[in-house]
């Protein structure tokens, strides 16, 4: 029986290995140590415009807000043929978070 204090289920994307969250976010991997951020809990108001949702994203990931290129990046993945706001989220924040820039903060 899983117990609700252990959060979600997750899967690490650095190393692959399974486990629990513990209801923290960022979610640390107990194995590698790596430092990401669910999906799930990034702002998901559906009626966010592309530009604020990049805003958002860039201001978690980094800190500050994207630059006119990474706006421009970021606002395309949302106008790509079949992409959800879900996926264009995702795959923003897959990029961001594998980026050299991206550095866990106490
Ligand atoms: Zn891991």
């Known amino acids: 029986m899983v117990k609700a204090e252990l959060g979600t289920k997750r899967t690490c994307p650095s190393c692959a290995s399974r486990f629990y969250d513990l209801l923290r976010n960022p979610i640390v991997c107990p194995k590698c140590g790596v430092t990401f951020i669910a ?6 108001k559906s ?11 860039y201001l978690l990931a980094y800190g500050r807000l994207p630059t006119d290129e990474e706006r421009e990046f970021g ?3 949302f ?19 594998n980026s050299a820039e991206f550095v866990f903060k106490d």
């Open 47 to 57: 009626d966010m415009p592309p530009r604020e949702t990049v805003e958002e994203l």
């Open 75 to 77: 606002e395309s993945l």
């Open 79 to 97: 106008h790509e043929p079949g992409a959800s706001r879900r996926s264009a989220v995702e795959d923003l924040l897959w990029a961001l978070l």
């Open 39 to 44: 999906a799930t809990l990034l702002p998901s």
